[in-house]
């Protein structure tokens, strides 16, 4: 399996996972189609899939244009965000597998940012959209600091420190500041943060991290974490959630 990030617009990310054994592809939120569909021609293989992690336009609102080039793409997305979704083919829903040539994936169901928000897993690969970030996870648009603690913690929480994080938005440098507001003797953030601003600054990516690095430095996956604790005010770890998001959406 390659994966392939395709940058779009000011800050966001796709993907393009391919089976170098049969060189069938699948694209993972396609919201700018020419970007996609010029790397598809480029790598000559054969798009049979897009993966919709949620509705939102800056990740399904290239659906229709992908589907109009490829008729007979599966256009995939979540049981409870299918109705949003433009072209969906196909709504699934937590534990069900999909395939891409030889590649089998499975869906996890993330729901907060949006009400039928899901996640793919291939092999160490997580494509999980906006619910977890480099350093950060999504806002609650359609969920609550409960429902964002069973993504992060019960669903995502079982998944292995090597799988790879493979997020929607290029968001670490600000993240990474955030984390040093909460946890300022982190040693683990100072040496993120100045990795990312170096890759920043060469142009490069930050994406993907992994789940192990995140345990060390996210402040929404270490929520039971006494000095994340201290900065919430709180020891329950969903209203710590809570309060970290709550100073993420103000912070600056």
Same mark, same amino acid.
């Given at each position: 399996?390659?994966?392939h990030?395709?940058?779009?617009f000011?800050?966001?990310?796709?993907?393009?996972?391919?089976?170098?054994?049969?060189?069938?592809?699948?694209?993972?939120?396609?919201?700018?189609?020419?970007?996609?569909?010029?790397?598809?021609?480029?790598?000559?293989?054969?798009?049979?899939?897009?993966?919709?992690?949620?509705?939102?336009?800056?990740?399904?609102?290239?659906?229709?244009?992908?589907?109009?080039?490829?008729?007979?793409?599966?256009?995939?997305?979540?049981?409870?965000?299918?109705?949003?979704?433009?072209?969906?083919?196909? @709504? !699934?829903?937590? %534990? /069900?597998? #999909?395939? &891409? *040539?030889?590649?089998?994936?499975?869906?996890?169901?993330?729901?907060?940012?949006?009400?039928?928000?899901?996640?793919?897993?291939?092999?160490? @690969? !997580?494509?999980? %959209? /906006?619910? #977890?970030? &480099? *350093?950060?996870?999504?806002?609650?648009?359609?969920?609550?600091?409960?429902?964002?603690?069973?993504?992060?913690?019960?669903?995502?929480?079982?998944?292995?420190?090597?799988?790879?994080?493979?997020?929607?938005?290029?968001?670490?440098?600000?993240?990474l500041?955030?984390?040093?507001?909460?946890?300022?003797?982190?040693?683990?953030?100072?040496?993120?943060?100045?990795?990312?601003?170096?890759?920043?600054?060469?142009?490069?990516?930050?994406?993907?991290?992994?789940?192990?690095?995140?345990?060390?430095?996210?402040?929404?996956?270490?929520?039971?974490?006494?000095?994340?604790?201290?900065?919430?005010?709180?020891?329950?770890?969903?209203?710590?959630?809570?309060?970290?998001?709550?100073?993420?959406?103000?912070?600056?």
């Open positions: 399996m390659i994966v990030r395709i940058p779009m000011q800050d966001n990310y796709s993907y393009l996972i391919v089976d170098e054994v049969t060189q069938m592809a699948a694209v993972v939120d396609p919201a700018e189609p020419s970007a996609v569909l010029r790397l598809v021609a480029d790598l000559n293989v054969d798009l049979v899939s897009v993966l919709c992690t949620h509705h939102h336009w800056d990740h399904a609102g290239g659906n229709l244009a992908i589907q109009h080039e490829f008729p007979q793409v599966a256009i995939i997305g979540g049981k409870y965000d299918a109705p949003r979704i433009p072209g969906i083919t196909a @709504a !699934l829903d937590h %534990g /069900d597998e #999909l395939s &891409v *040539g030889r590649l089998t994936g499975r869906v996890l169901s993330v729901p907060c940012h949006t009400r039928g928000h899901i996640a793919y897993i291939f092999e160490d @690969a !997580l494509f999980c %959209g /906006d619910t #977890l970030f &480099v *350093g950060g996870c999504g806002r609650f648009f359609e969920g609550d600091a409960t429902q964002m603690y069973a993504a992060l913690h019960d669903v995502l929480g079982e998944l292995k420190d090597e799988v790879r994080v493979f997020c929607g938005h290029e968001y670490t440098v600000s993240n500041r955030f984390c040093k507001l909460v946890e300022p003797a982190n040693n683990a953030i100072d040496e993120k943060l100045s990795w990312a601003l170096q890759r920043r600054q060469c142009g490069e990516f930050t994406v993907p991290s992994t789940l192990g690095e995140e345990r060390t430095y996210n402040p929404f996956m270490r929520t039971h974490h006494p000095s994340v604790q201290a900065f919430a005010g709180s020891s329950d770890p969903v209203e710590v959630l809570r309060v970290l998001r709550q100073r993420k959406d103000e912070f600056r």
